[in-house]
């Protein structure tokens, strides 16, 4: 048992079992099948050739809406099958290892569309986007330019008030799905005046839109995600009815904050679904190169870009489910995670093209390992585009620097320990309620498990080992979490040139790889004495250790001895045995595995 399940009680309290997403996800993997196998109609050699015809798979597409993959997106309340947040990340994992693009334009989309009306819809809003999501139909969404600060992403819609409800105008050149959504979820602009309420969110629904009202623009290529449709919309003073708005008028920026929260930790773990298939290329290549053996000089890489894929999944999964567990103060490490978990994993998959190697020249027949170089160029290609989103590296910062030195006053080192059941992917939760989500949250639960954890560890005593090694890294990042203290207590809250400057970003970027080395512990400390890997400290004091190098703090302990072995001896159980390279270290189909 770990220590913080004999130091707190109510980990086991009733709620929302995930056997049922769990069981989904594993259907839906089978299904999809080998796509490492060239003979599947469903794997990368058929992903790389729809891409070249500026396509997705389309018997890809076919087999989700046989599966019913939309209604993964609709609550159960609505018809669907969405109950948990961490739930539906399992369910859409299976999609993410094969394709970015797909996952993106079949599914997540209509889900990032959707979020608003299930958080603030009326009734009949929410039944007719159910009825439509759950029948295969999409929705997509017309965001204002506020949510971006990336002019991929510019343009605006504006919405007159009129005595039947409103008239639209505008244009957005890029909107995913443009022209295949059915349901169009547009932030509009409602009132002239500049401020937080000058914009509202209106459901459209296409076919009821008058004729030659909104009209579909060309289709606009991209560097990322060239299998996805990004087209135009222009509303040519098309009419809506009074009950097309969502929630209140001018509350479009408080519902996207909330919504947001959502979205954010689900972007993170679609990246650490994609690049797992990356490592496991890459052992693949080490394997043959080697005669079966891991080669010695791509150990440390191997084994490292492991442990920085369960951190990141720790991560993500952790704000997904405090997302049911910590509603009012999730809106912190969901920002954080948006843009932490790509960047770190951009950088590993990086280092990973020195051992899968780069792609040929087009046009030439592809063997099983050129189709591998080139299905992590387009990972790459895919990336910025994906991970962007609704909002960017600049919009998360945006999010969080306001809120350090708020909490550096009244959370940090202060906050109770958020308990085992935050960290522990599989406990039952409590119904999500997305109009819970507080726009800004007074305190900072991972900081919290950190100082808790610290505590733990010191009267633990253990002196030798990997005891002491991760006494050491915990003590170096809490004293960092202190330093950062000092230097936010410093900041006036309102002072906006502080606030807008170089140095607040660097301190939100540390904060955020503290976050990160919070939930890698928590998750570690919640299996300790438990069966599995993720009770084994070895890949803890690796990510920790690789944590505390990207944030240059001084005094860090070596590995211990065998550290490097005990990781990779892991990677390669999990790649003969055919299984994921996450937290949940679940069955994956996969062709070549010796």
């Known amino acids: 048992?770990?220590?913080?399940?004999?130091?707190?009680?109510?980990?086991?309290?009733?709620?929302?079992?995930?056997?049922?997403?769990?069981?989904?996800?594993?259907?839906?993997?089978?299904?999809?099948?080998?796509?490492?196998?060239?003979?599947?109609?469903?794997?990368f050699a058929a992903v790389l050739a729809a891409e070249e015809r500026g396509e997705l798979v389309a018997e890809a597409e076919q087999l989700l809406h046989d599966q019913g993959f939309g209604a993964e997106m609709v609550p159960v309340a609505d018809g669907g099958r969405l109950e948990r947040a961490?739930?539906?990340?399992?369910?859409?994992?299976?999609?993410f290892r094969r394709d970015l693009g797909l996952g993106t334009g079949y599914g997540v989309t209509s889900l990032f569309a959707a979020t608003p009306v299930w958080t603030a819809g009326a009734a009949e809003q929410r039944a007719a986007l159910a009825d439509i999501l759950c029948g295969g139909g999409r929705a997509s969404v017309v965001h204002?330019?506020?949510?971006?600060?990336?002019?991929?992403?510019?343009?605006?819609?504006?919405?007159?008030?009129?005595?039947?409800?409103?008239?639209?105008?505008?244009?957005k050149d890029v909107v995913i799905n443009a022209a295949r959504a059915r349901?169009?979820?547009?932030?509009?602009?409602?009132?002239?005046?500049?401020?937080?309420?000058?914009?509202?969110?209106?459901?459209?629904?296409?076919?009821?839109?008058?004729?030659?009202?909104?009209?579909?623009?060309?289709?606009?290529?991209?560097?990322g995600l060239r299998g996805c449709a990004f087209g135009g919309l222009e509303f040519a003073d098309c009419p809506a009815p009074a009950g097309a708005l969502v929630g209140e008028a001018g509350g479009a920026v408080p519902l996207a904050l909330r919504t947001f929260q959502f979205h954010r930790p689900l972007c993170a773990v679609m990246v650490v679904a994609a690049a797992g298939t990356v490592l496991r290329t890459a052992v693949r290549a080490v394997a043959r190169d080697g005669g079966g053996h891991m080669g010695e000089r791509h150990r440390p890489l191997l084994a490292?870009?492991?442990?920085?894929?369960?951190?990141?999944?720790?991560?993500?999964?952790?704000?997904?489910?405090?997302?049911?567990?910590h509603p009012q103060s999730a809106d912190l490490a969901a920002a954080e995670v948006k843009y932490l978990v790509p960047d770190l994993l951009r950088e590993d998959l990086e280092e990973l093209a020195t051992v899968v190697g780069r792609p040929g020249r087009a046009g030439h027949a592809r063997d099983a390992g050129e189709v591998d170089r080139e299905m992590l160029a387009k990972l790459m290609r895919d990336l910025p585009t994906a991970s962007l989103g609704h909002a960017g590296t600049a919009a998360c910062q945006a999010a969080v620097i306001p809120r350090l030195p708020l909490l550096a006053r009244t959370s940090w080192l202060r906050a109770e320990d958020p308990g085992d059941a935050l960290f522990r992917p599989g406990l039952a939760l409590p119904p999500l309620a997305l109009d819970a989500l507080a726009v800004a949250g007074r305190s900072d639960?991972?900081?919290?498990?950190?100082?808790?954890?610290?505590?733990?560890?010191?009267?633990?005593?253990?002196?030798?080992?990997?005891?002491?090694?991760?006494?050491?890294?915990?003590?170096?990042?809490?004293?960092?979490?202190?330093?950062?203290?000092?230097?936010?207590?410093?900041?006036?809250?309102?002072?906006?040139?502080?606030?807008?400057?170089?140095?607040?970003?660097?301190?939100?970027?540390?904060?955020?790889?503290?976050?990160?080395?919070?939930?890698?512990?928590?998750?570690?400390?919640?299996?300790?004495?438990?069966?599995?890997?993720?009770?084994?400290?070895?890949?803890?004091?690796?990510?920790?250790?690789?944590?505390?190098?990207?944030?240059?703090?001084?005094?860090?302990?070596?590995?211990?001895?065998?550290?490097?072995?005990?990781?990779?001896?892991?990677?390669?159980?999990?790649?003969?045995?055919?299984?994921?390279?996450?937290?949940?270290?679940?069955?994956?189909?996969?062709?070549?595995?010796?």
């Open 1 to 43: 048992m770990s220590m913080r399940t004999q130091a707190m009680t109510g980990a086991d309290s009733p709620g929302i079992p995930s056997a049922g997403a769990e069981a989904r996800a594993r259907t839906l993997e089978e299904r999809l099948g080998a796509p490492d196998d060239p003979g599947n109609p469903l794997g």
């Open 86 to 95: 961490d739930g539906l990340a399992r369910v859409i994992r299976p999609v």
């Open 144 to 171: 204002h330019s506020m949510a971006h600060g990336n002019a991929l992403w510019s343009g605006e819609v504006s919405a007159l008030t009129t005595s039947r409800g409103f008239r639209l105008g505008g244009r």
């Open 183 to 223: 349901a169009l979820v547009v932030y509009a602009r409602t009132d002239p005046a500049p401020g937080s309420r000058s914009h509202s969110v209106l459901l459209i629904d296409r076919e009821a839109a008058a004729a030659g009202r909104l009209r579909t623009l060309p289709r606009q290529p991209t560097t």
């Open 304 to 325: 490292g870009v492991f442990a920085d894929l369960l951190a990141c999944d720790s991560l993500a999964t952790t704000v997904l489910r405090a997302l049911h567990l």
């Open 445 to 594: 639960f991972l900081a919290a498990a950190l100082a808790a954890t610290a505590g733990r560890l010191r009267a633990d005593g253990v002196e030798h080992g990997y005891g002491r090694a991760l006494g050491a890294l915990v003590a170096a990042l809490l004293g960092e979490l202190a330093a950062l203290r000092e230097r936010c207590v410093a900041v006036a809250p309102g002072d906006l040139g502080v606030l807008s400057s170089p140095r607040m970003c660097a301190l939100a970027d540390r904060h955020a790889l503290l976050s990160a080395a919070a939930a890698a512990l928590g998750v570690w400390e919640s299996h300790r004495g438990r069966p599995g890997f993720l009770g084994d400290p070895a890949w803890l004091v690796m990510a920790l250790l690789r944590i505390g190098r990207r944030l240059c703090l001084p005094d860090l302990p070596e590995l211990p001895d065998g550290c490097v072995d005990r990781v990779l001896a892991e990677v390669a159980e999990r790649y003969r045995g055919r299984r994921s390279y996450d937290l949940y270290d679940e069955p994956v189909q996969w062709a070549d595995a010796p």
